[in-house]
């Protein structure tokens, strides 16, 4: 047997006694016990999770237009849509607060002939409008609204919880809670006992939603009602490192 092959042997062997032992202690995983340098002290790691529902959306839409003959005839045609786009939100509640116009550009149209003489034919221009919307049951409409009133350029939908410090402080709090029961079970199980909490670490990873899916055809009022959307989950995690004294 070569020495490769005993090497994977040996891993093996590691992780399955790992696996019964975490069996044996009733432990959960992942777990992580980091060694200390005081004789006196180890720590245990510990996660908490809350799952929810964002109750935000952010809506990234906006208006391109080409081959203007003027840089004062694009500005009008963008401005013109802008003010469209935003009194069409304005009668679905959306304040003013919440649009922000964004990315505004206009710029000539250059090609070179033969000889490499630049010419100049028409201008483009565009604008980027970002939407907040605080009821999530609207972003249909919104879009619907956005793209008749002469959005055409759909960048992007995302969502998020508004305030998410009360979830935070639940996901905390439970992390500490896992820490804890995981030092007691081995506290018990090898023998020592506890004593005070010496020190406490937080990492927080950033929250995670799911995919968001959308018909961008049917959002845009092709004839039939405004596409659903679907939000899902976000997930707001905290990971504890509690360091204990010991017996």
Sequence with gaps: MTIFFKKIISILLLSLVFLLLCK????SIPLRVENSTKNNEFSVVGEGKIEAVP??????????????????MAQNQINKINNDIVKALE???????????SNYSIYPNITYDQSGKPTTRGYSGNVTISIRVRNIQKVGEVLTAATKAGANNIQGTSYSIDHPEKLREEARNLAIKNARDQAD????????????????????????????????????GGGGAPAEFSSGVQTITSVVTLFFEKN
Excluded: C, H, R, W
Aim: glycine residues 8%; neutral net charge; charged residues 25%.
């Design 55 to 72: 109750d935000i959306a952010k809506i990234d839409t906006g208006i391109q237009v080409n081959d203007i003959a003027s840089v004062e």
């Design 91 to 101: 009668q679905l509640q959306i304040n003013k607060n919440d649009i922000t116009t």
């Design 185 to 220: 079970k081995l506290a018990k199980n090898l023998g020592f006992k506890l004593k005070k909490v010496t020190n406490i670490i937080e990492s927080s990873p950033d929250a995670v939603g799911g995919p968001i899916y959308a018909n961008v055809e049917k959002s845009m």
């Design 24 to 27: 044996g202690l009733n432990l």
